[in-house]
């Protein structure tokens, strides 16, 4: 460039000497906006040797006649170093501050993807792929000290390190600091050691470095703390669940047992009953003790769900042979029904095949006991976004919009059905917590006098 702007003013445009000091001068600036003081003072040099040879008499040679010439000469390459020097500055200042920007930018990402965990768990595992996506880094480790676990991202082999180097490293780097294109950030509580990360493949500055362990330590701390909020609170609520249970019972017991006490002591009276009456009273007995001894299992069932104490086995599962053995156990409730059955090609669900059974046996029952003898029932279901949902509806009596929410409730039975049948109010309670275990959702829409549609979800296998 320098060559042509000389070629261009000596040869062809006749020009005065300022006017090519000025425009030399200009390309020294450009230089040195562009590509640094280094090149630009080397092209002062050379623009300086040139400007003397082809522009200050006499031309054609090195040498300066006039004295004013040298002040110009000298004149000229003072400002190309000192604008070269200035230039550089604004270049470099320009650089740092985007490169500032970048790395806020990276610290806020990251502050927002790490304090949306809710757990600590998720939290770890989230924290590497959260890193390398706002660093853009090629690989990342985050290991704990407590129980040497690592969490990795990206290209893992790119770091290889053994547990025994990583221990040593975390428990004595006293600050982050970089070692090639990897940086190295210790982990702590508060000054105890917890951890080392290590970022692979990008240049980020000490306080962006020092910013991102605090972060990580930060949104771990609080991870911990939310868990173990939650944990308090379950407990609370588990022991609020169980008196209330127990309130309960006590008071579903009580009409069972009101009417066998009051049998058993008609019956002890001296022979004032004929044979007939005898029987009758014994057979109140006899069905009223099935009634509490449902009641209590039903309630100890229910305890145990609560409680977690129940065992499932999720294993894959076939909807229809569900479907197949929960009419098996309904068959005598079904004698003089048209139950339609359509099910299309299912994935296999992940399940307890037992306890959805025992969910869809009860739906079906309910459907039965409350709706009319011979009404239809129907039993479908279908695959949508990874879940399969199963569904029976039934044209009974259907439920009032205000208690569809309440009926899932442990005893709770609704107003118009419960009074021709005899229930525990448990079923729907039982089946629900069943469902949820297994991260699926039991619902109902029905309208009144119309019918009722049950379903429940479970997900698909991943295959
Ligand atoms: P239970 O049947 O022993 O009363 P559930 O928990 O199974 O207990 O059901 C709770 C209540 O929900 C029932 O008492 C009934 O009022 C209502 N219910 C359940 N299924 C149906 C249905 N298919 N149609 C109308 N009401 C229903």
């Given at each position: 460039m320098l060559t042509g702007i000389v070629a261009v003013y000596h040869l062809w445009l006749h020009v005065s000497a300022t006017t090519v000091a000025l425009t030399l001068l200009l390309l020294v600036l450009f230089l040195a906006a562009q590509w640094g003081l280094r090149?630009?003072?080397?092209?002062s040099m050379a623009a300086t040797a040139a400007y003397n040879y082809y522009f200050l008499p006499p031309i054609g040679t090195f040498t300066i006649s006039d004295p004013q010439n040298w002040l110009a000469i000298f004149a000229f390459l003072t400002v190309a170093v000192v604008g070269s020097r200035l230039s550089e500055r604004a270049r470099e200042e320009a650089e740092d501050a985007r490169r500032g920007q970048r790395e806020l930018e990276v610290l806020y990402g990251l502050s927002r993807q790490l304090l949306q965990a809710e757990n600590v768990a998720g939290l770890l595992n989230a924290i590497?792929?959260?890193?390398?996506?706002?660093?853009?880094?090629?690989?990342?480790?985050?290991?704990?000290?407590?129980?040497?676990?690592?969490?990795?991202?990206?290209?893992?082999?790119?770091?290889?390190?053994?547990?025994?180097?990583?221990?040593?490293?975390?428990?004595?780097?006293?600050a982050?600091?970089?070692?090639?294109?990897?940086?190295?950030?210790?982990?702590?509580?508060?000054?105890?050691?917890?951890?080392?990360?290590?970022?692979?493949?990008?240049?980020?500055?000490?306080?962006?470095?020092?910013?991102?362990?605090?972060?990580?330590?930060?949104?771990?701390?609080?991870?911990?703390?939310?868990?173990?909020?939650t944990?308090?609170?379950?407990?609370?609520?588990?022991?609020?669940?169980?008196?209330?249970?127990?309130?309960?019972?006590?008071?579903?017991?009580?009409?069972p047992l009101t009417a066998i006490k009051a049998a058993a002591s008609t019956l002890l009276l001296p022979k004032t009953l004929d044979d007939e009456e005898q029987r009758e009273l014994l057979t109140v007995i006899d069905e009223e003790s099935d009634r509490l001894n449902q009641l209590v299992s039903e309630a100890v069932e229910m305890a145990q769900l609560d409680t977690k104490e129940v065992h499932m086995t999720f294993a894959p599962t076939a909807v229809a042979a569900v479907v197949e053995q929960s009419l098996q156990n309904c068959s005598s409730l079904l004698e003089n029904r048209e139950v339609k059955v359509d099910l299309p090609t299912l994935p296999l669900v992940k399940a307890d095949a037992e306890f959805i059974t025992k969910v869809l046996t009860n739906l079906i029952e309910n459907a039965a006991k409350y709706s009319p003898e011979g009404s239809p029932l129907?039993?479908?279901?279908?695959?949508?976004?990874?879940?399969?949902?199963?569904?029976?509806?039934?044209?009974?009596?259907?439920?009032?919009?205000?208690?569809?929410?309440?009926?899932?409730?442990?005893?709770?039975?609704?107003?118009?059905?419960?009074?021709?049948?005899?229930?525990?109010?448990?079923?729907?309670?039982i089946s629900r917590a069943i469902i949820e275990a297994h991260h699926g959702v039991l619902s109902v829409t029905s309208q009144l006098g119309e019918g009722s549609v049950f379903s429940f979800t479970l997900p698909v296998v991943e295959s």
């Open positions: 090149y630009a003072v080397v092209t590497s792929p959260a890193i390398m996506l706002v660093t853009r880094a090629d690989a990342i480790v985050l290991y704990l000290l407590d129980g040497d676990r690592r969490y990795m991202a990206g290209d893992s082999s790119a770091i290889q390190m053994d547990d025994v180097s990583l221990r040593q490293l975390a428990q004595t780097l006293p982050p600091d970089t070692v090639g294109l990897q940086a190295r950030v210790p982990l702590s509580v508060g000054v105890r050691p917890r951890g080392l990360l290590l970022i692979n493949g990008v240049t980020l500055s000490m306080d962006t470095l020092e910013a991102i362990g605090g972060l990580i330590s930060v949104s771990i701390d609080r991870a911990q703390a939310l868990e173990d909020v944990r308090g609170e379950a407990a609370k609520e588990s022991e609020r669940l169980r008196s209330l249970m127990i309130d309960s019972i006590t008071h579903e017991l009580r009409t129907a039993i479908s279901s279908e695959h949508k976004d990874g879940m399969v949902s199963v569904s029976v509806a039934d044209r009974g009596m259907g439920i009032d919009l205000s208690e569809q929410g309440l009926i899932f409730e442990r005893f709770y039975r609704a107003s118009v059905p419960s009074q021709q049948t005899w229930g525990t109010g448990m079923g729907l309670a």
